[in-house]
Every structure is written in C-alpha cells, then in structure tokens.
C-alpha cells in the first residue's frame, strides 16, 4: 500500500510530477495491483471524439484485486461490518475470506442462471451485504452492473433496464427504512411489465414476505447459491472492459448510463481513498452512502475493499430510531474515519446537540463531506460536535462521471477552508474557463470547472449513445471535460465549488435534471405544461420549485397538488417530489418560446425585486401573474 501521500511537501512534489511525467506517475500508482498480463500503454486520448483509454493492453480483474489479493495477510480481517436498520437486530461482520467465498458463490449462481461476460445485469436491493456481494459476484465473472437506488420507481427502473437492455435483475422482497417497510419485487414485477429483455430475476429474502415468484423467470436467491462452489476463478478482463453502468441525469428528460471500465476505475478507486482519507490499517471506515449512486460504488466497496480496509455499510436512516443512530454507530463500531453528505449534517444539526451528547465519538480521526457545497455554519457544527476540534475535515468534489474524488483536502495533511474543496488529487489537472473559453490563471476568479487531462476513473461514453457524451462533456469547450460547475478559486488556489451552472438541480446530494422533473409533471392528466427550478432549502441545499400550467385553475389546489407529487413518485421516485408547486396561467417564455428560468429561479427564491430586463418576453405580463401568485 505504498501510493500513500504523508505530508503536503510529498503532495507538491506528487502533483508536479503527475503533470509533468503523467504517464511515470500512473504507473507507479497501479504498480500495486495484480496484473495478470502488464500493460503495453498507460494512457492514450483525446478528447474530440472523445477516446480515452487507459492502461492499454492489461489484464485483470477487480475482485482479484479487492479479495484474492488480501487473503494471505488479511484473510482473517473484517472487510465489511453491516450495520442493519433496527438497532435491535445485530450487526453482521464478513471476513475478507467470507466476503470472497460468498462473492464466488454467487458468482457460480450467475453462471449457471446464464450469465456471461459482457452481460448486464441490474441491481435494485436494499443496503445489505448481499447488495456489495451482488456488485462483486458481477465483476468477478465480467457481467457489467448496473445498481439502480432502490427509491427509483417502476417506471424510472424499467426505463434503465431498457435502456441497458439487461438481462437479469437481482432484487430483494422488500427492504427496511427506518420504521416502514418497502416492497421491492412488486417495484420490480410491475417495471418488468414494460420490459421484454429480462430472462431471469433473482430475490433475495430480506424482509420475510412471500411474494409471488414468476415460474421460470423468478428464484430465490437462496435457492439459486444453493451447492455453488465456494470458489469461482475471476474471468480475465481487459482494463478497458466495462465494468459498469450508472445512470445519472442530465439536462435532458432521459438519464444517461455512466460506463466505467475495469483498470482505471480501479487503480484511481484505491488511489483516491487511501490518499483522502490517509488510510492505516487498522481503520473503521463508514461512508453513509448508499451503494444505489457513484458514492457507495467507489468508496463503500471498491476502494475500501481495494485498499484492504474494514468498511461500513448501513441499512438505516440517520433519524431511526432518533437522530443519535449515527453517533451510536460509530461508538459501536469504533468508527475511525465517517464521510457523509452536508444535507444529513444539516439535518442533524436541526435535531440538536441531546442526540449527540450521548456519545463520546472518541475513535473518530477524520471526517469528510460530499455531493454538495458545504454552508460554513453545517461545516463548523460538524467539526465542533462531531470532530471535537481535532478531526480534520475532507470536503471531497467529484462526479459520478469523474468515478472517484478529484479536489479535495488528503485528510489532515492539507490547508482547510471551510466550504472550499481545496486542491486537486496529484493526477487532476482542473481549470477555470471564462464565458469564450479561455483559460482563467490568476487566483480570486470564477469560472468554469473543467479538466484539460484525462484520469484513470473517466467517464468512457454513455451507454448506447456516445454522442451524448461527446456532446455532454466534451463540446462545451474544445480539448476539456466540462464539469457543469461553476468554481473559485481563492488566494491560495484553493477550489469553492459554487454549484451547477447546468440545468441539473442538486436535491441532498442527488442529482436532478429540470427536463427529467417537468415531464414527470407533465405525465399528470391535468398539467398542460411546467417549468422547474432549483431554490435554496435550507436542510436539502436545495429544493424543487414547480411552475405548473393546468387544463384550467384547480378548485382545490391542496388536493391537485397531492396529485401531481403522485404522479412524481409514480414517474421517478419519492426523491424527487416538488417542495413547492405553483399554479400559473402563462410561463415567462423569449419570442423563441424558450422559458427564462432566470426568472422563476429569482421568484423561487422569493426575490422578486429585481428581474433583469423582461422586455424580451413574448408577454411580460405574466410576469406580474407569477410573482403575484407566489405572495
Ligand atoms: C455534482 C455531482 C460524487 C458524489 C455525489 C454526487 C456536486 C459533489 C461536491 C462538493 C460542492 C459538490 C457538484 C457535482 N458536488 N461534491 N464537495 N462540493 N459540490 O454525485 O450525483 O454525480 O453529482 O454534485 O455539483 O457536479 P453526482
């Protein structure tokens, strides 16, 4: 484990060098796994088309990577601590030797339901270890995952298994959260109503109900590991193989299918979390993510489990059964290393100081944050109560495009501002780019997020579709990876990311496209037409603002309300309910019937006062309607 930055001098040096001898750098980080044939090439690219590849040539397998590797010295180590949602219910602990018989277990029961290599296979489970055995048993045969947040609705599910056309969905009877229960295979039986590829269904018997099995189509995931071999050789990958597939929205209705490939998603996995979180050994490490987004992917399983560490996972909620459950977790587990999101900090914070005075949190080391800006006032509360002033804090910026942490602090080692990622990982190479595209060098400016090199963990394409990525990301500006975040960089070269600058709405983390939202709207039998913006809310960062256009005005605007937040929940999930919804009559739209959501993001955010210039509407008059409205 010797790619382990130790003090800030190292991390100069480290950064100079992986920009000035790229490919010498990369090679000594992925020097650490097992290859089981070298690669010819460390990178080639360019980023018109775009074609990135890394690692050119290699062959290997990720969970050879993350188990094999680790059972000589570590066989007997915990590799992952579950953690279920009752606190009643005991934690399970999996050795690294466990975690790989049961992996090749089920890897041996994919096999034989008649997966292959290059299949893809859609995860829809609830946070329980067979979710992280299901993830690996996929990698270890070449089946390309893709896990599909288990909050998603029926149709938002068969949307992704169509457009990935899997062939095998591996789900749970239903799955805990907090004091509710939901039911997962009956989400699952209703999406495979509009989904004609699927051949087999596993289910893994979480909650104890018996819902009906399909014959022929459906086996219980008991059943199917049933007399599997507790061995299963790991297929032989080349380092460009894709390993999965996560979807994410964009600016348009559809969400796009991330693809990550095996070598550089792995080698900067392992690189990125030791460094961050200045990984030892003998760490308790709990990311609170669930493994349904990039967050869990990269740093519940594959980067702890790379890098050799002890990992956390938890089927709960951060208020069940009161909002002490997290501090309780890491006093039970003697948690070394805790990385959550700033909206459960702000959440928590709201319940007070009784929940967490409690507990003494003394096995806390380093804390970290992601998936959104951190407020200075949820930063502070963080390190004062939870950290105790002596934990030092990661505010790690990435994307589930960009596969692992790219600015951040590397715990404890770097200069930390609150509410400032900090600097880039050795390996980043980011830049501001004014409104023309011109790069920004000085320090104190805004400007474009871009990354003008590639990195292992990339983004390859978008799945089925690789004008979309080229379109997405690569033409905004000529030879750079665009971000869709705005940045500032300080005096002392430190990142602020600011927030999107996109269509794309940020929610607790997760990500939301305004198109994705209106049309889930619009699929009311009632809406004519809607337009959504972002506001700021103070416990989500921010919050969905609908601007809603009826057939005619709703007699009681409570219960049609009602209504279009189900049709929400019923198109994409209870995630992405509207706070607020607006009825109007006209929508402020150019001559060109573009809607100006400078407008209505002014007007959701309750500041009406000034405008800007509205002369260029087709009818400023509704305006003065939708301000009205909003009082
Ligand atoms: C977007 C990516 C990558 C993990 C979870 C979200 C925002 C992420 C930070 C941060 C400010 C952040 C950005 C980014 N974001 N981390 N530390 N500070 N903003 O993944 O769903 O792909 O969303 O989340 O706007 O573009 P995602």
Redesign the pocket.
């Known amino acids: 484990m010797d790619i382990r930055i130790r003090s800030f001098k190292e991390y100069e040096q480290k950064y100079a060098q992986s920009v000035d001898e790229p490919d010498s750098f990369w090679n000594e980080v992925a020097q650490q796994y097992i290859w089981r044939k070298p690669y010819e090439k460390v990178c080639q690219w360019e980023f018109e088309t775009p074609d990135v590849q890394w690692f050119l040539g290699g062959k290997m397998n990720i969970t050879e990577n993350c188990l094999d590797r680790h059972l000589a010295a570590r066989g007997n180590k915990t590799a992952l601590v579950w953690e279920p949602n009752d606190p009643r219910v005991g934690a399970v602990k999996l050795t690294y030797r466990e975690l790989h018989e049961k992996v090749c277990q089920l890897a041996n029961a994919l096999k034989s339901q008649g997966v292959v290599k290059g299949d893809r296979v859609i995860i829809y489970m609830p946070m329980v270890p067979e979710l992280t055995i299901a993830v690996l048993a996929c990698a270890r045969i070449g089946a390309v995952h893709s896990v599909v947040f288990a909050g998603f609705s029926a149709n938002a599910l068969s949307d992704r298994i169509n457009d990935a056309s899997a062939t095998m969905v591996i789900t749970a009877d239903g799955l805990n959260r907090g004091a509710k229960q939901v039911p997962l295979k009956r989400v699952v039986d209703e999406a495979l109503e509009s989904c004609t590829t699927i051949q087999k269904v596993i289910v893994f018997d979480c909650v104890g109900w018996k819902p009906e099995l399909h014959a022929g189509r459906d086996i219980w995931w008991h059943d199917a590991i049933d007399g599997m071999a507790l061995s299963c050789e790991a297929e032989e990958m080349d380092s460009e193989d894709m390993l999965f597939i996560l979807y994410?929205s964009g600016s348009t209705g559809k969400p796009k299918g991330v693809v990550h490939t095996c070598g550089g998603y792995m080698v900067y996995a392992g690189y990125s979390f030791q460094n961050v979180f200045q990984i030892e050994e003998n760490d308790v490490y709990w990311c609170t993510a669930d493994i349904g987004?990039?967050?869990g992917h990269t740093y519940i399983v594959y980067g702890p489990l790379l890098s050799g560490t002890t990992t956390v996972m938890f089927e709960g909620v951060p208020t069940f059964p009161d909002a002490g459950r997290f501090w309780q977790v890491c006093d039970k587990h003697g948690v070394t290393v805790f990385y959550t999101a700033p909206t459960a900090i702000r959440a928590l914070m709201a319940c007070g100081l009784d929940h967490v005075l409690p507990y003494n949190l003394h096995s806390l080391r380093l804390l970290g944050?992601?998936?959104?800006?951190?407020n200075d006032e949820a930063w502070r509360w963080y390190y004062l109560h939870i950290g105790k002033e002596k934990c030092p804090i990661v505010?790690?910026?990435?994307?589930?495009?960009t596969g692992g942490i790219m600015i951040s602090g590397l715990g404890g080692l770097s200069p930390m501002n609150p509410a400032h990622?900090g600097f880039p990982l050795p390996g980043i190479q980011p830049v501001l780019l004014d409104q023309e595209g011109k790069e920004i060098t000085s320090n104190e400016v805004e400007g474009y997020l871009c990354i003008k090199y590639p990195w292992p963990s990339m983004i390859r394409t978008t799945y089925g579709d690789h004008e979309r990525c080229k379109h997405t990301y690569f033409s905004h500006y000529h030879n750079h990876y665009f971000?869709?975040?705005g940045a500032k960089r300080d005096e002392n070269g430190l990142y602020r990311?600011i927030?999107?600058v996109d269509d794309v709405i940020?929610v607790s983390?997760?990500?939301f496209g305004t198109a994705e939202i209106e049309e889930a709207i619009n699929a009311n039998k009632y809406v004519v037409e809607s337009a959504v913006v972002g506001y700021p809310h103070d416990v989500k960062g921010q919050g969905i603002y609908a601007f809603v256009i009826c057939d005619s005005m709703p007699e009681d605007a409570a219960i049609r309300r009602d209504e279009i937040i189900e049709t929400v929940v019923e198109q994409i999930g209870r995630i992405a309910k509207p706070e607020k919804i607006q009825f109007v009559t006209g929508l402020p739209k150019t001559r060109s019937g573009k809607i100006m959501r400078r407008i209505l993001r002014k007007v959701a955010e309750g500041d009406a006062s000034n405008l800007g210039d509205i002369s260029t509407l087709l009818d400023p008059d509704v305006v003065a309607d939708i301000v009205k409205g909003a009082q």
């Open positions: 994410t987004w990039i967050t944050t992601v998936g959104e800006p951190i505010d790690t910026w990435w994307q589930t495009e990622a971000t869709g975040d990311i927030g999107r940020n983390g997760h990500r």
